[in-house]
């Protein structure tokens, strides 16, 4: 069955760095554009980034351009999300998820099909 596993979420301060990981399973990720999410306490889901299946196409939230950097590796069936200059605002759990074909809006998350279970990422001094 279709799965998408986080991780790499955890407790860091201000400023440092952390890489999540989305391992994929069940269906063929060359095929597919990943997003991946995020909510924060007493906050909306909002979308943080994007990768079209072919690598080509990638979007950023803006408050986390420049910081962050999404990529993908389909030989090891897993999308990354690269955090840097990490702030308390982006404390949240962080969710990945598969992107239904032709679903509109990238930031729209009803587009999308299937979603991981979430990693917590802290951000705190």
């Known amino acids: 069955q279709v799965q998408l596993v986080e991780s790499g979420g955890g407790l860091v301060q201000p400023g440092e760095s952390l890489t999540l990981s989305c391992r994929t399973s069940?269906?063929?990720?060359?095929?597919?554009?990943i997003g991946w999410f995020r909510r924060a306490p007493g906050k909306e889901r909002e979308g943080v980034s994007f990768?079209?299946?072919?690598?080509?196409?990638?979007f950023y939230l803006r408050s986390v351009q420049g910081r962050f950097s999404i990529s993908r590796d389909n030989a090891k069936n897993t999308v990354y999300l690269q955090m840097s200059s990490l702030k308390s605002e982006d404390t949240a759990v962080y969710y990945c998820?598969?992107?239904?074909?032709?679903?509109?809006?990238?930031?729209?998350?009803?587009?999308?099909?299937?979603w991981g279970q979430g990693t917590q990422v802290t951000v705190s001094s």
């Open positions: 069940g269906f063929t990720l060359d095929d597919y554009a």
């Open positions: 990768i079209s299946a072919n690598a080509v196409g990638t």
């Open positions: 998820a598969r992107r239904a074909p032709g679903s509109g809006y990238w930031a729209n998350a009803g587009g999308y099909d299937y």
